[in-house]
Nanobody, 115 residues
Framework: QVQLVESGGGLVHPGGSLRLSCAASGSGFSTYAMEWYRQAAGKQLEFVAFITTTGDTDYVGSVKGRFTISRDNAKNTVYLQMNSLRPEDTAVYYC?????????WGQGTQVTVSS
């Protein structure tokens, strides 16, 4: 059983920045490929970013150049640095383990981008 706890969400003005964190329980974090997803109100869950165990990354096109995913295995934590935020980035953001069986989801953290 892996528990994922997200934090760092909040209200930010357009153009602002936030850093999300996702802390994982247990000792296997360094073997997990990790992802961030988001879900805006009334919309489907959307892939945002992915990081492999060796630090390779991938992003959905709409966030490339603005968001950065990273990990700190010593802290069992994956991060999502979000810059140049836009109103359309407003959503609940979830972290997810890609390669565990079963996979695990955090509870989500709300990000609201509004003036």
């Amino acid at each position: 059983q892996v528990q994922l706890v997200e934090s760092g969400g909040g209200l930010v003005h357009p153009g602002g920045s936030l850093r999300l964190s996702c802390a994982a329980s247990g000792s296997g974090f360094s073997t997990y490929a990790m992802e961030w997803y988001r879900q805006a109100a009334g919309k489907q869950l959307e892939f945002v970013a992915f990081i492999t165990t060796t630090g390779d990354t991938d992003y959905v096109g709409s966030v490339k150049g603005r968001f950065t995913i990273s990990r700190d295995n010593a802290k069992n934590t994956v991060y999502l640095q979000m810059n140049s935020l836009r109103p359309e980035d407003t959503a609940v953001y979830y972290c997810h383990t890609r390669n565990t069986v079963p996979t695990y989801w955090g509870q989500g953290t709300q990000v609201t981008v509004s003036s």
